[in-house]
């Protein structure tokens, strides 16, 4: 008892001491540093959008407000193509995030049992596409070929199957009891009703995360609809403000702005990009306590 106890003792004094004391300090002050360092663009980004258009042109404005008003998310609220590039970027995010979850389920139950024939080649198969891509030009001439350019689908059907996130789900199936399988098997089920009545419903926590990552990619693309759309109508948000940054003016955007308004463009970009992030960062809450779980439960085997 007195070894244990005195091992103890030494223990707490071990973590207690100075030099443990100061790199304790020293993590916490560089990551809140580094935390408030990412928060800074987006908190000054909320600030030009609720600041006056004196305050934003004279450069006034940093972390708070200057001279608050409200009149730059009523105009972006109220603009048409904002509206409907929003609308198309939902469409996606919502479409391909339900399409891209069936198809990565699907390729991953099959291939994270080992009485698959050909397993180990179909999943070399897969690895294969991670190191290497037909590139821009073939990957452009194929889409074409299947009438995809100008048309909605072509913004999510190429990227169904992410081979990480299959391989993810792969891993989780895999720690998942055989003898759950062997039941239903025993009681008549068949594959697709294991799959769907009995794995899904456990494998909740790595389909959220996943989903989470489809979604966030799907919401953030721009540059596929900056190969494939021409249209305007079908253009989703992220192209939209790369226009509105890139393409457009600073005069172009004050003669579509009501001068009673008392905003800027700057001040439109910054609401702009802030309600782009509304959706990401609403849908985020629900699925945080699934994160963390099904990335690292589904990265335990390879």
Do not use: C
């Amino acid at each position: 008892m007195s070894t244990t106890t005195a091992r103890s003792k030494r223990s707490r004094a071990i973590r207690t001491s100075v030099p443990e004391k100061i790199f304790t300090v020293f993590n916490y002050t560089v990551f809140v540093l580094l935390g408030l360092s990412t928060l800074f663009p987006f908190v000054n980004l909320i600030a030009k959008s609720l600041s006056s258009e004196a305050a934003v042109v004279s450069g006034m404005v940093t972390l708070l407000p200057v001279d608050f008003q409200f009149g730059t998310y009523r105009y972006v609220a109220s603009n048409s193509q904002f509206l409907h590039a929003f609308g198309m970027s939902v469409t996606v995010l919502v479409a391909g995030t339900a399409l891209a979850l069936i198809m990565t389920t699907l390729a991953a139950y099959p291939l994270s049992k080992p009485r698959l024939r050909g397993r180990k080649f179909f999943i070399l198969l897969y690895l294969f596409t991670m190191l290497f891509s037909g590139g821009l030009i073939p990957t452009y001439l194929l889409m074409n070929n299947l009438e995809l350019i100008n048309k909605l689908p072509v913004l999510f059907l190429p990227f169904m199957i992410n081979v990480y996130n299959m391989l993810i789900v792969k891993s989780y199936f895999e720690t998942l009891p055989d003898g759950l399988e062997e039941s239903a098997k025993i009681d008549g089920a068949s594959n697709l009703t294991i799959l769907f009545r009995i794995m899904l419903p456990l494998s909740l926590p790595v389909l959220a995360t996943i989903g989470l990552f489809y979604a966030v990619f799907f919401w953030n693309d721009y540059f596929t609809a900056l190969i494939y759309i021409n249209s305007a109508h079908l253009k989703p948000l992220q192209l939209y403000l790369k226009e509105l940054f890139v393409s457009s003016t600073d005069t172009f955007l004050r003669t579509n702005i009501d001068a009673s308004l008392n905003v800027s463009p700057q001040s439109i970009q910054a609401a702009s990009i802030i309600l782009a992030t509304v959706p990401i960062v609403l849908v985020y809450p629900f699925l945080q306590k699934y994160f963390v779980k099904g990335v690292l439960v589904g990265s335990v085997k390879g």
